[in-house]
Nanobody
Framework: VQLQASGGGLVQTGGSLRLSCAAS????????IGWFRQAPGKEREFVTG????????YYADSAKGRFTISRDNSKNTAYLQMNSLKPEDTAVYYC????????????????????WGQGTLVTVSS
């Protein structure tokens, strides 16, 4: 499967953005989708993930209450709605796909995702 992340941009503190992850070349409903991010000079970190049908989601503490992951399998697309953005959310955001259904902290492991998109830059100004 090929993944294309989009929707990044420049936003002020407190603003919102919605990222999209469009998939092609595979049966989208058979993939767990994860969102990760990498800030300048920092390691890549997990943000959130969603299982095949969308019933199971998992969030990093930094994303809880502000970010929402969803998916529309009929459109082969996953979304990351980000609200109340902070300067520390500034990063390149990547979507990733795994053929394995995940539970709990297993969502966090970037080695558990075989397919990655190219990333989209989110910049939050103070």
């Amino acid at each position: 499967v090929q993944l294309q992340a989009s929707g990044g941009g420049l936003v002020q503190t407190g603003g919102s953005l919605r990222l999209s992850c469009a998939a092609s070349g595979g049966t989208f409903s058979r993939y767990t989708i994860g969102w990760f991010r990498q800030a300048p000079g920092k390691e890549r970190e997990f943000v959130t993930g969603i299982n095949f049908g969308g019933a199971t989601t998992y969030y990093a503490d930094s994303a809880k209450g502000r970010f929402t992951i969803s998916r529309d399998n009929s459109k082969n697309t996953a979304y990351l709605q980000m609200n109340s953005l902070k300067p520390e959310d500034t990063a390149v955001y990547y979507c990733a796909a795994s053929t394995h259904r995940k539970v709990g902290s297993a969502f966090r492991l970037d080695t558990g995702y075989a397919y990655w998109g190219q990333g989209t830059l989110v910049t939050v100004s103070s």
